[in-house]
C-alpha cells in the first residue's frame, strides 16, 4: 500500500478559487450540509487542481467556510473544468421531491402553496407545474425555474378550477394524470368551442374509447373524436 495524494487542512478560505464554468452554488444544497455538518463535521476533503480551484465539493467548502470549520482538501494537479463535468455527470442529481421539501424548508411561499397543490390533487411534478403556470407545453426554462428556486404560480384559483375539471375524468378514464392527458386538457380548456360538461357526458357513455396515449395531439385527436359524436357535420368541431 501506497500513500498518492495527501490529505491538506487550512483554515485559509482565501486560498481557493471557483474555477469558471462551475456550476453555481445551491444555497439549499449549502444549507442541508451546513446542518448535517453541525450534527457531526465529517471531514470529506474537496478537490482542488495546482491553483487550489475547486474540482469537487464547492459546496462542503462554502458550509464548512460559514461554520468557520477547517477546510480538507487534496491536491491533484492538472485537473480542469471536463474533469468538474466529469464527476457531476457521475453524481445523484436531487430530485424534485428533494428541491421541493428544502425550498418548503426555507419557508418559500410559492414552493409550499405548490407542495399543498400537490399533495391535495396528487399529480406528478410535471404536471403540477403545468397546472399552477397554466401552460400545457412545459419547456427546460420552468423546470430549471423550480430548481432554482424561483418558480413563480401564475394564477393559483385558475390552477385549482381546471385541476378539479380534469379530475372529474377520473370515473370514466384512470389515466387522467398522465402527463400527456394533463397537457392536453390545459390545450382544450383554452379553446372556446371546447365544453367540459359536454365532453364529460359525451366521455359517460364512451369511457370505452379513452384510452392512453403518448402525445397530447393524440389525446386531442381522441378526444375530439370523443367529443363529436352524435354531432352533425356542420357542428363538429377540430381541436387538433
Same mark, same amino acid.
Given at each position: 500500500?501506497?500513500q498518492i495524494n495527501?490529505?491538506?487542512?487550512?483554515?485559509?478560505y482565501?486560498m481557493?478559487?471557483?474555477?469558471?464554468?462551475?456550476r453555481?452554488?445551491?444555497?439549499?444544497?449549502?444549507?442541508?450540509?451546513?446542518?448535517s455538518m453541525?450534527?457531526?463535521?465529517i471531514?470529506?476533503p474537496?478537490?482542488v487542481?495546482?491553483? $487550489?480551484?475547486?474540482?469537487?465539493?464547492q $459546496?462542503r467548502f462554502?458550509?464548512a467556510r460559514?461554520?468557520n470549520k477547517?477546510?480538507?482538501?487534496?491536491?491533484?494537479?492538472?485537473?480542469?473544468?471536463?474533469?468538474i463535468?466529469?464527476?457531476?455527470t457521475?453524481?445523484?442529481?436531487?430530485?424534485?421531491?428533494?428541491?421541493?421539501?428544502?425550498?418548503c424548508?426555507?419557508g418559500?411561499s410559492?414552493y409550499i402553496?405548490?407542495?399543498?397543490f400537490k399533495?391535495?390533487?396528487?399529480?406528478? $411534478?410535471?404536471?403540477?407545474q +403545468?397546472?399552477?403556470?397554466?401552460?400545457s407545453? *412545459?419547456?427546460g426554462?420552468r423546470?430549471t425555474?423550480?430548481?432554482?428556486?424561483?418558480?413563480?404560480i401564475?394564477?393559483?384559483s385558475m390552477a385549482?378550477?381546471?385541476?378539479e375539471?380534469?379530475? *372529474?375524468?377520473s370515473?370514466?378514464y384512470?389515466?387522467?394524470?398522465?402527463?400527456s392527458f394533463v397537457? +392536453? *386538457?390545459?390545450?382544450?380548456?383554452?379553446n372556446?368551442?371546447y365544453?367540459h360538461a359536454?365532453?364529460?357526458?359525451?366521455?359517460?357513455?364512451q369511457?370505452?374509447? *379513452?384510452?392512453?396515449?403518448?402525445?397530447i395531439?393524440?389525446?386531442?385527436?381522441l378526444?375530439e373524436?370523443?367529443?363529436?359524436?352524435?354531432?352533425?357535420?356542420?357542428?363538429?368541431?377540430?381541436f387538433?
Open positions: 500500500m501506497k495527501q490529505v491538506l487542512e487550512t483554515n485559509d482565501s481557493f478559487k471557483v474555477l469558471g464554468g462551475n453555481e452554488v445551491n444555497m439549499l444544497h449549502v444549507k442541508r450540509l451546513k446542518e453541525s450534527v457531526k463535521y471531514t470529506v474537496i478537490i487542481n495546482e491553483d $487550489h480551484q475547486i474540482i469537487d465539493g $459546496h462554502q458550509s460559514e461554520l477547517p477546510i480538507y482538501f487534496i491536491k491533484i494537479g492538472g485537473l480542469k473544468l471536463p474533469d463535468h466529469r464527476l457531476n457521475n453524481t445523484k442529481n436531487w430530485t424534485a421531491d428533494s428541491f421541493l421539501t428544502g425550498y424548508d426555507l418559500k410559492q402553496t405548490y407542495k399543498q399533495e391535495r390533487f396528487g399529480f406528478g $411534478h410535471n404536471e403540477t +403545468a397546472l399552477l403556470s397554466n401552460l407545453r *412545459m419547456g426554462n423546470n425555474s423550480f430548481r432554482d428556486g424561483t418558480f413563480v401564475e394564477d393559483y385549482v378550477r381546471n385541476a375539471k380534469i379530475s *372529474m375524468c370515473q370514466y384512470e389515466g387522467y394524470k398522465r402527463r397537457y +392536453a *386538457m390545459l390545450d382544450l380548456f383554452k372556446e368551442e365544453n359536454e365532453f364529460l357526458n359525451k366521455l359517460s357513455f369511457s370505452v374509447k *379513452m384510452q392512453d396515449c403518448t402525445t395531439d393524440q389525446y386531442l385527436v378526444i373524436e370523443i367529443y363529436n359524436f352524435k354531432r352533425t357535420k356542420e357542428t363538429k368541431v377540430r387538433y
